[in-house]
């Protein structure tokens, strides 16, 4: 785990507990038994930048643009989280954006890749919160 030392964004913390929580949890079940999960966090320009990554193969391009869409798990057929709905990263997708924020995917040599950018708190009385 990469964190920086200090980084203030406004946010609910335990929506944001839960969107951290879902990326970790689905890196734990898309990767081998034992296989680590890195999270970092760090700044880019006026964002928090949150990164979850796991060794896995690229998503599909079909799937890869419906992943924050809901019920997308159960549409791919994916079995490794039988109990799963498919809502996981399209409540974080809402959650991160009721923050100003963004999520995305992308796949990066053997890691899938799974990004937050969180507005900083840069003193902005303009800034709701939270």
């Known amino acids: 785990m990469d964190l920086?030392?200090?980084l203030e964004v406004e946010v609910d913390p335990y929506r944001m507990e839960q969107v951290i929580s879902n990326l970790i949890s689905n890196a734990r079940q898309?990767?081998?038994?034992g296989a680590p999960i890195q999270v970092a966090l760090s700044q880019q320009g006026d964002q928090?930048?949150?990164?979850?990554?796991?060794?896995?193969?690229?998503?599909?391009?079909?799937l890869a643009n419906a992943l924050f869409d809901p019920f997308t798990r159960a549409a791919a057929g994916i079995e490794l989280n039988r109990s799963g709905m498919g809502l996981g990263l399209y409540i974080a997708k809402q959650i991160v954006a009721?923050?100003?924020?963004?999520?995305?995917?992308?796949?990066?040599?053997?890691?899938?890749?799974?990004v937050v950018n969180i507005p900083l708190r840069l003193g902005d009385p303009a800034l709701p919160a939270r």
């Open 98 to 114: 009721g923050h100003r924020g963004r999520i995305a995917y992308h796949h990066d040599g053997s890691q899938v890749v799974f």
């Open 30 to 33: 898309h990767s081998g038994p």
């Open 48 to 62: 928090a930048r949150i990164e979850v990554r796991n060794t896995a193969l690229a998503i599909a391009p079909a």
């Open 4 to 6: 920086s030392a200090s």
